[in-house]
């Protein structure tokens, strides 16, 4: 049985953890990047420049690679997705990580050497092109007519196309690991 570690986007979503989001996972730990960036006061705009103009990310990448995940499947949705994929650059041991929504992934040019999984709305602008797609992530998948933050809805809606998605990755996980 894995873990699952689940970290937030620069808003603090989601707050709590939402046990269907996985079925299979034995422990849960939900990390909120305000924490790990070292600024546990900051939400929103702020909290993105401090991550991205200042030393935030560092900050949090340092955070979850000491947090460790040997045994985990890591979800960060937006810039927790950008901090998880950071830190498993930087040595951090997860299974597999599932971003969703981290744009800023489109600054990366080469895969992990874990099983990855990204997803975007369609409509997100900062979203990464279809060639970014089929080179990094070894799985991908762009959900129509949708913005960047559709996750927050569909992450905790019960017959979600996205939950579905992160419910057969995670099986898939299991498989190998």
């Given at each position: 049985m894995q873990d699952l570690l689940?970290?937030?986007?620069?808003?603090?979503f989601p707050e709590t953890f939402d046990e269907r989001l996985d079925g299979r996972c034995s422990k849960h730990r939900l990390l909120q990047l305000a924490e790990?960036?070292?600024?546990?006061g900051l939400r929103?705009?702020?909290l993105h420049d401090h991550l991205f103009n200042e030393d935030g990310m560092?900050?949090?990448?340092?955070?979850?690679?000491?947090?460790?995940g040997h045994r985990c499947l890591g979800i960060g949705f937006s810039a927790g997705g950008t901090a998880l994929w950071n830190a498993v650059k930087e040595g951090m041991e997860l299974q597999a990580l599932i971003c969703v929504s981290s744009t800023r992934l489109r600054f990366e040019s080469s895969p992990l050497n874990i099983p990855t999984m990204v997803v975007w709305g369609e409509l997100d602008p900062y979203?990464?092109?279809?060639?970014?797609?089929?080179?990094?992530p070894q799985r991908w998948k762009t959900y129509a007519?949708?913005?960047?933050?559709?996750?927050?809805?569909?992450?905790?809606?019960?017959?979600s196309p996205l939950r579905a998605d992160i419910a057969v990755f995670i099986e898939d996980?299991?498989?190998?690991?």
């Open positions: 689940v970290v937030s986007d620069i808003h603090g790990l960036s070292g600024r546990p929103g705009d702020e560092r900050h949090a990448v340092r955070a979850l690679r000491e947090v460790g979203r990464p092109p279809e060639s970014w797609n089929h080179a990094v007519g949708k913005q960047h933050d559709f996750y927050r809805i569909e992450a905790l809606a019960s017959e996980s299991f498989l190998f690991a």
